[in-house]
């Protein structure tokens, strides 16, 4: 296996640079000079944010700022620190190396400006190394982290800063959330990869002086192995630099770098909620807003969970997978026992009354659809719309005849609490109280596969 330890290379100055305004701002990250997209209008920090490391440019590299942009645009507040200390490549170097001399003089003027640059490259790598960049990252996370009050914080890293992505979701203790590495360079390979502790998502270019497509399948195979969530892509017809500094004139690389964005948003928005959590009156909430100002919307789906609560999160799904088998049987009847009687109908309803107040008076909510899984699928309080996943606990035939408002039912095949004989019985209940109604049986699935379903 080869451990790709090598400088910077020609593909990593070369480059087109965009034009335009970038929508964000300049703002002080403690000492460090930043620039930030905001996700909401209103200016306030979200807080499940990234961390944006730039290749050799640095921080003022207008790519790099539309780039945040983009993330901000999809919910995310993104954050690009200058880690260079105003030491950056200037971006003039990549127009010198990408133009193509019409003259022999340009032709000329162009290999001495390129001669110029290897003194300059030889003593910039020495200045920002690993042992000189880290202690900037740990002042920059301490800030995002203690200042702004981010929770949850992925870092994505171009080039130069793929590098640096990787060592922050590496080791014992991670530094972040989420890992993205876009056509990283200089990472120690199969090492630092091997290290890496939360998901990750890996992004190369079929033609990579650091990463061979032959890789690909290692690297996969390394992550999926080590981490909860990975993925890798390899983009076809991509040189090194293609996301950030590619040419956006050639259709393939338009597509490929879209498609890089695009991917690696969703890869942290589903591995990382980007809603906040609140209070709704006395009661605990965790709200996902439609709009990124924050402001409520006058339709509003209630959800009710299953026993785990508001804050299952991937992690803890698969903790519990991994000691279900053990421990389950044992250990948790005693506490489901005593469970449920807290749990009952009476005293959730008080509790339910009290949050569907809050978001009538409160929030203006004026139509509302509730949304049950498993327990909280017998849960349908005074709504204009109700669904219920792989409900339990359900008083049936009862319960479901006294439903008046439109309903939707969601039932797996192997299910302890429904028969798949029961579906038509449960549709022509639908059909002679509600007006519109639907249920919809799922083959091939067990209970709670809507919630806690095994994704792979």
Not at 31 to 36: A, D
Not at 307 to 315: A, E, I
Request: proline residues 7%; contains cysteine; neutral net charge.
């Amino acid at each position: 296996m080869e451990t790709i330890t090598g400088g910077v290379k020609p593909c990593c100055l070369g480059g087109f640079i965009e034009k335009g305004t970038p929508a964000g701002s300049e703002i002080k990250l403690g000492t460090f000079n930043c620039y930030v997209a905001r996700a909401n209008e209103s200016g306030k920090p979200t807080e499940n944010a990234v961390l944006l490391i730039t290749d050799v440019f640095g921080w003022k590299l207008p790519n790099a700022r539309f780039v945040a942009d983009t993330y901000a645009s999809e919910g995310l507040d993104c954050y690009i620190p200058d880690l260079h200390d105003e030491d950056s490549i200037s971006p003039q170097v990549a127009e010198i190396l990408t133009e193509t001399p019409t003259t022999y003089y340009a032709r000329f003027q162009s290999i001495l400006s390129i001669i110029s640059l290897i003194p300059q490259m030889i003593a910039w790598m020495p200045r920002h190394n690993v042992k000189a960049t880290l202690p900037l990252l740990d002042a920059v996370l301490k800030e995002l982290r203690e200042t702004i009050g981010i929770k949850k914080l992925a870092a994505v890293g171009f080039c130069w800063g793929g590098k640096y992505s990787v060592l922050l979701g590496g080791g014992e203790n991670p530094k972040v959330e989420a890992v993205g590495a876009i056509h990283p360079s200089m990472i120690d390979y199969p090492k630092e990869v091997q290290e890496l502790k939360v998901p990750t998502t890996f992004h190369v270019s079929e033609s990579d002086p650091f990463f061979k497509p032959s890789q690909v399948p290692e690297i996969e195979k390394i992550l999926s192995e080590r981490v909860s969530k990975s993925e890798v892509k390899m983009y076809p017809g991509t040189s090194h630099g293609f996301s950030l500094r590619g040419n956006m004139a050639e259709p393939n690389v338009k597509k490929a770098r879209d498609d890089c964005h695009s991917s690696t948003i969703e890869f942290f928005k589903s591995g990382t909620p980007t809603g906040t959590e609140m209070k709704l009156g006395p009661i605990d909430c965790y709200v996902a807003r439609a709009h990124h100002s924050g402001v409520s919307t006058e339709s509003a789906v209630l959800l009710l969970s299953d026993v785990f609560g508001r804050s299952l999160d991937q992690k803890t799904n698969i903790i519990l997978r991994k000691i279900a088998a053990l421990l389950l049987k044992v250990s948790l009847i005693p506490k489901a026992v005593a469970w449920y009687p807290a749990h009952e109908v009476n005293p959730t309803f008080v509790n339910l009354d009290i949050v569907l107040k809050e978001l009538w008076e409160n929030f203006g909510v004026k139509k509302s659809a509730v949304v049950g899984f498993c327990w909280g699928g017998r849960l349908a309080p005074k709504v204009e719309v109700v669904a219920a996943i792989n409900p339990s606990r359900i008083k049936y035939p009862k319960e479901i005849q006294d439903l008046m408002v439109p309903s939707a039912f969601h039932l797996s095949e192997h299910d302890l609490k429904f028969k798949p004989t029961q579906v038509p019985e449960i549709k022509k209940m639908f059909k002679e109280k509600v007006n519109d109604s639907e249920v919809t049986f799922y083959p091939g699935t067990s209970r709670g596969s809507a919630l806690r379903g095994n994704l792979d």
